[in-house]
T-cell receptor, first 113, second 113 residues
Framework: DGGITQSPKYLFRKEGQNVTLSCEQNLNHDAMYWYRQDPGQGLRLIYYSQIVNDFQKGDIAEGYSVSREKKESFPLTVTSAQKNPTAFYLC????????????FGQGTRLTVV | AQSVTQPDIHITVSEGASLELRCNYSYGATPYLFWYVQSPGQGLQLLLKYFSGDTLVQGIKGFEAEFKRSQSSFNLRKPSVHWSDAAEYFCAVVSSNTGKLIFGQGTTLQVKP
């Protein structure tokens, strides 16, 4: 079954710890995205990647890091430098720039205590 | 810079009434435009998209949207709202040059019986 898988659905971490959120797609898409969603603020772009081994900062990249070593995978690390990491994180993928329709995973809710 | 504005944060309509959700974008060239819908705690589902051609586009669940270049708008409409349409709706634009996909702040739709 093709799609985007985010895991886990819920994640709890202590303040000061780094945490990595998983995003895998089997749609053979070139582009992948990470968004953060907070109530009343819509989806804010953290990082995006158009091709393997390349990625760009979005609008709120501070305190986050990503890698794109494989086409299928785009993990997001929330570092201890992120001042307010508790949020709902959404991963998406799109075929390419010419066909940019994005497909979303079900999200990961991260709670830092 | 690329941006998307959804002026209405919250809209309430009666079941069976018509609906229009507003979206304005800022982008230099002809944009790729999308409307997505999100149920609580879930990912986003694509309702419809505009890349080029006919400015009135049809989507799923009886939704349609009209691209108006002169007004930089891409408003979503539905002739008769159903209770199951209650959700959050997001307008999005992607740069055809960079592939950067950004979203508006979202509009929460409440449907009264």
């Amino acid at each position: 079954d093709g799609g985007i898988t985010q895991s886990p659905k819920y994640l709890f971490r202590k303040e000061g710890q780094n945490v990595t959120l998983s995003c895998e797609q089997n749609l053979n898409h070139d582009a992948m995205y990470w968004y953060r969603q907070d109530p009343g603020q819509g989806l804010r772009l953290i990082y995006y990647s158009q091709i393997v081994n390349d990625f760009q900062k979005g609008d709120i990249a501070e305190g986050y890091s990503v890698s794109r070593e494989k086409k299928e995978s785009f993990p997001l690390t929330v570092t201890s430098a992120q001042k307010n990491p508790t949020a709902f994180y959404l991963c998406a993928s799109g075929a390419n720039v010419a066909n940019p329709e994005a497909f979303f995973g079900q999200g990961t809710r991260l709670t830092v205590v | 810079a690329q941006s998307v504005t959804q002026p209405d944060i919250h809209i309430t309509v009666s079941e069976g009434a018509s609906l229009e959700l507003r979206c304005n974008y800022s982008y230099g060239a002809t944009p790729y435009l999308f409307w997505y819908v999100q149920s609580p705690g879930q990912g986003l589902q694509l309702l419809l998209k505009y890349f080029s051609g006919d400015t009135l586009v049809q989507g799923i669940k009886g939704f349609e949207a009209e691209f108006k270049r002169s007004q930089s708008s891409f408003n979503l409409r539905k002739p008769s709202v159903h209770w199951s349409d209650a959700a959050e709706y997001f307008c999005a634009v992607v740069s055809s040059n960079t592939g950067k996909l950004i979203f508006g702040q979202g509009t929460t739709l409440q449907v009264k019986p």
